[in-house]
């Protein structure tokens, strides 16, 4: 069974500081994706990398896939309130029709 | 953009009721999902289908059924609703996985209470 491990599952950080969220795993994906949920709304695509070792920057967010395409990262430089949400990552193992889901790491920003 | 619109939003049930949760999308997309979402639990994938008329089970498939008979429309049925199908339902669409992006469209989610 593919597993994707989010960590942290839960985090609370004040506005201005940095911080990373981390999506690992044993399995290789043919690409990763980033989402980003928030309260009473479904899951928005934020970015996909497909390149081991590949990085992506979204204004202050930056995304990295792992160089054996095993893992990634987000990290959010100055967080900001508008970034409080619910952080999901899914790996496309390429060979069968389902995303893999990590858990989330739920993020609040106070400002 | 209409995207993927679910219908109802929310539905409170009894122990037993029966019900469907409509999904449409407007991206002429292949593939179609349904997730639900649990505190702790994440998305789990409930039923999917590849195409028109074509269905598959997910990893939490008991007490769901679905049809897909339209290409732009998928269906979730509760036969007899139980208290531990109370979640968050989201449906979403996508080219799938492998080809493109992989990018999944989701809706905005049905919330269903079973008492």
């Known amino acids: 069974t593919q597993l994707l491990e989010q960590s942290p599952q839960f985090l609370s950080i004040q506005e201005g500081e940095n911080l990373t969220v981390y999506c690992n795993s044993s399995?290789?994906?043919?690409?990763l994706q980033w989402y980003r949920q928030e309260p009473g709304e479904g899951p928005v695509l934020l970015v996909t990398?497909?390149?081991g070792g590949e990085v992506k920057k979204l204004k202050r967010l930056t995304f990295q896939f792992g160089d054996a395409r095993k893992d990634s990262s987000l990290h959010i430089t100055a967080a900001q309130p508008g970034d409080t949400g619910l952080y999901l990552c899914?790996?496309?193992?390429?060979?069968?029709?389902?995303?893999?889901w990590g858990l989330g790491t739920s993020l609040a920003v106070n400002p | 953009n209409a995207g993927v619109t679910q219908t109802p939003k929310f539905r409170v049930l009894k122990t037993g009721q029966s019900m469907t949760l409509l999904c449409a999308q407007d991206?002429?997309?292949?593939?179609m999902y349904w997730y639900r979402q649990d505190p702790g639990m994440g998305l789990r994938l409930i039923h999917y289908?590849?195409?028109?008329?074509?269905?598959a089970k997910g990893e939490v498939p008991d007490g769901y059924n679905v049809s897909r008979l339209k290409k732009q429309n998928f269906l979730l049925g509760l036969e007899s609703a139980a208290p531990s199908q109370t979640s968050v339902y989201f449906c979403a669409s996508g080219q799938g996985p492998g080809r493109g992006t992989g990018e999944l469209f989701f809706g905005e989610g049905s919330r269903l209470t079973v008492l």
């Open positions: 990398v497909v390149t």
């Open positions: 399995s290789v994906f043919s690409s």
């Open positions: 991206m002429n997309h292949e593939y």
């Open positions: 899914a790996g496309d193992a390429g060979n069968n029709r389902k995303l893999i």
């Open positions: 289908s590849v195409g028109e008329g074509t269905t």
